[in-house]
């Protein structure tokens, strides 16, 4: 007798291994949530513009972080929206209070046209 060579379609499907042909694809449900980085606690912020005479005098000390420091000085920032960007966390202070007095970067430029606005008024 002669062997027939010739696979059927029935033939092949038995050949696939009954654990892969039933295993069902899971697909995630949820994508893994980013871990929030962790709010500072206890750190402060200083303001190294020039001081307004009866608004904000330079060097102020804030106990607060700087969205809550913002926010304390809204009224002022309204005034003079410069006062904002030259408000810098303390543990950013070191290097800041450089820049403010290094041509060049974008705490130097806001001190100076802040005190501009003052000097013309």
């Known amino acids: 007798m ?7 379609p029935d033939d092949k499907a038995e050949s696939i291994p009954q654990e892969t042909a039933q295993a069902p694809v899971q697909l995630p ?23 307004i005479q ?4 330079s ?19 309204e005034k003079y929206p410069l006062v904002a ?9 070191p290097e800041c209070r450089i820049k403010v007095k290094t041509s060049g970067n974008f705490l130097y430029v806001n001190y100076n046209k802040l005190a501009g606005q003052l000097k013309s008024k």
Not at 54 to 57: D, L, P, T
Not at 59 to 76: I, P, R, W
């Open 29 to 51: 449900t949820q994508t893994p949530a980013k871990k929030a980085k962790p709010v500072e606690k206890g750190g402060f912020c200083v303001y190294l513009g020039p001081s």
């Open 85 to 93: 960007d030259l408000i810098v966390l303390g543990k950013n202070l």
């Open 54 to 57: 009866g608004v904000i005098v």
């Open 2 to 8: 002669a062997s027939n060579n010739q696979n059927t």
């Open 59 to 77: 060097g102020t000390v804030f106990s607060n972080d700087k969205k809550a420091t913002l926010k304390e000085l809204q009224s002022v920032i």
